[in-house]
């Protein structure tokens, strides 16, 4: 599976806009990229997923450039319950790859 | 609708013991994965159910760990003569079957084992 490099933390200020870049360098060609949020005590969550140029939800979005070895995940104007660590994953590489490869994700501290 | 659900959320038992821990997935998803989280750290793949055969048990740590689904539902992970180093929150997920995308998985809340 694709190694993937996040930052270890960052903080924001509330009604802020927030961007968490990833970085996928040895990404494969059916690889997607992939976003969990996990709070405190709690499982991970998926947030969103694409493959390439942009994807948007209800809670995020997701940036992806031509050549795909970055990915930018986007929270716009967060509140304190976005306080969490937000993984980014890369896959799956490889026929039947079902499972998940987390890093240590990116400590988001949302201050008031 | 319900989510996953782990049952105990709490364990603490000494070392050397036996233990057990059961997820319940969400109904009618046939694929089951156990990971387990330290401190500090993202969760860890132990192992995949698809239906009642586990798929891919690469990521169990050595042979005192075991995991079955003997309906295709519930799931047990088993750990016996438990250490030290097995303290760490166990985390179960199920997805859909799917093809081609990567499945989405959903998380149930984890069960916080602490081996005395």
């Known amino acids: 599976l694709a190694k993937t490099t996040q930052p270890i933390s960052m903080d924001s200020y509330e009604g802020q806009e927030v961007n968490i870049t990833c970085s996928h360098n040895?990404?494969?060609?059916?690889?997607?990229i992939t976003w969990y949020q996990q709070f405190p005590s709690q499982g991970p969550r998926f947030i969103i997923q694409?493959?390439?140029t942009k994807v948007t939800n209800e809670v995020a979005s997701l940036f992806i450039p031509a050549d795909r070895k970055s990915s930018t995940l986007s929270l716009p104007r967060v509140s304190l319950s976005d306080t969490a660590v937000y993984y980014c994953?890369?896959?799956?590489?490889?026929?039947?790859?079902?499972?998940?490869?987390f890093g240590k994700g990116t400590k988001l501290s949302v201050i008031p | 609708g319900a989510g996953v659900s782990q049952t105990p959320s709490n364990k603490v038992t000494e070392k050397g013991k036996y233990v057990e821990l059961r997820c319940d997935p969400i109904?009618?998803?046939?694929?089951l994965y156990w990971y387990r989280q330290s401190l500090g750290q993202g969760p860890e793949f132990l192992i995949y159910?698809?239906?009642?055969?586990?798929?891919?048990d690469s990521g169990l740590p050595n042979d005192r760990f075991f995991a079955v689904r003997p309906e295709g539902s519930v799931s047990t992970l088993k750990i016996q003569r438990t250490e030290r180093g097995d303290s760490a929150v166990y985390l179960c997920?199920?997805?859909?079957?799917?093809?081609?995308?990567?499945?989405?998985?959903?998380f149930g809340p984890g069960t916080r084992l602490t081996v005395l």
């Open positions: 994953l890369v896959g799956p590489s490889g026929a039947g790859s079902y499972q998940l490869t």
């Open positions: 997920a199920s997805s859909s079957t799917g093809t081609g995308k990567w499945d989405e998985q959903f």
């Open positions: 040895n990404i494969a060609t059916n690889d997607y």
């Open positions: 694409g493959y390439k």
């Open positions: 159910f698809q239906g009642t055969g586990a798929a891919d």
């Open positions: 109904s009618g998803h046939t694929a």
